[in-house]
C-alpha cells in the first residue's frame, strides 16, 4: 500500500515522457518571466485575460496530447466521479472546508511575511462589467486548467520521478509558486504553500474536483473582493 512518503502503486506512473514535461516547465518559466498576463498594461486587462487563457487551454491542450500518445485520457488525470448529486455536494462541501483552512494557514503567515497584495496584482483585478465577466471566464479557466497542470500533470509526473508522493506534491508547488513570479517572493511563497495544500486535498481525495471549485472559488470570489476593497 503506498503512503504518503513513497509511491508503489503503479497508478502513480509517469504520464507523459520527460522532454514534455521540460517543454510545459519552460513555458510556465517563460510565462512567469514575462508577467503572468502579458498584454494587461499596454493593451488592456481584457486582452491580457484572453491572452492568460490562450496559455492556460494552449498548455492544456498540449498535455492532452502527451497523455493521448500513452492512451490516458483528460478525466483519468481529473479523477472522481459525479455519478450522483449526493458526490458533487461532498466536493463543494470539501472544496469550502479546504478554503476555510487555507485562509487561516496563509492569512498566518501573511501577516508574519508582512506580505499584501501588491501592485501588479491589483492592476489584473476587474473594473468594469465587460471585465467582470471575463475575468470570471479567466478563473474559471484557472480554476480547470491550474489544477489539471499542477495537481494533475505535473504532481503525477514528479511523483514518477521521486517515486516518493511527498516529492510530487512539493515539486509541482514550487512550479505553481515559480509560475507566479510577477507577484513578488512573497506572494510566491505564500502561493506555493498553498499549493502544497492543493497538492494534499488531490493526493488525499484521489481527484482533482474539489480543488477545481476550490481554485474557482477563491479566484472568483476573492479577486472580486478584493476589487471592491481596493
Not at 492532452?64 to 485520457?73: F, H, T
Not at 478563473?139 to 516529492?167: K, N, P
Amino acid at each position: 500500500m503506498s503512503s504518503i512518503a513513497t509511491v508503489t502503486d503503479s497508478s502513480h506512473g509517469a504520464v507523459a515522457p520527460a522532454w514534455h514535461t521540460a517543454i510545459i516547465l519552460l513555458a510556465l518559466l517563460g510565462i512567469s518571466i514575462a508577467g503572468a498576463l502579458p498584454g494587461v498594461s499596454s493593451h488592456g486587462r481584457v486582452a491580457g485575460y484572453v491572452l492568460a487563457m490562450i496559455f492556460e487551454w494552449a498548455v492544456t491542450g498540449f498535455i492532452w496530447y502527451g497523455l493521448s500518445r500513452r492512451g490516458i485520457s483528460i478525466s483519468e488525470l481529473v479523477g472522481g466521479s459525479w455519478a450522483r448529486p449526493l458526490a458533487v455536494v461532498r466536493d463543494i462541501g470539501i472544496a469550502l472546508g479546504f478554503l476555510v483552512i487555507a485562509t487561516l494557514v496563509l492569512s498566518g503567515l501573511g501577516y508574519l511575511l508582512k506580505a499584501d497584495s501588491n501592485q501588479a496584482t491589483r492592476n489584473m483585478l476587474p473594473r468594469g462589467p465587460t471585465e467582470v465577466v471575463v475575468y470570471l471566464l479567466l478563473v474559471l479557466t484557472a480554476g480547470f486548467c491550474e489544477e489539471l497542470i499542477f495537481r494533475g500533470y505535473l504532481q503525477r509526473q514528479f511523483t514518477a520521478l521521486t517515486r516518493a508522493a511527498t516529492g510530487g506534491i512539493v515539486l509541482q508547488s514550487i512550479a505553481f509558486g515559480a509560475s507566479h513570479g510577477y507577484q513578488g517572493w512573497k506572494s510566491m511563497l505564500l502561493i506555493t504553500v498553498f499549493g502544497v495544500m492543493f497538492g494534499l486535498l488531490a493526493h488525499w481525495r484521489r481527484s482533482l474536483r474539489p480543488g477545481i471549485i476550490a481554485h474557482f472559488l477563491q479566484d472568483g470570489v476573492g479577486g472580486l473582493l478584493l476589487r471592491y476593497l481596493h
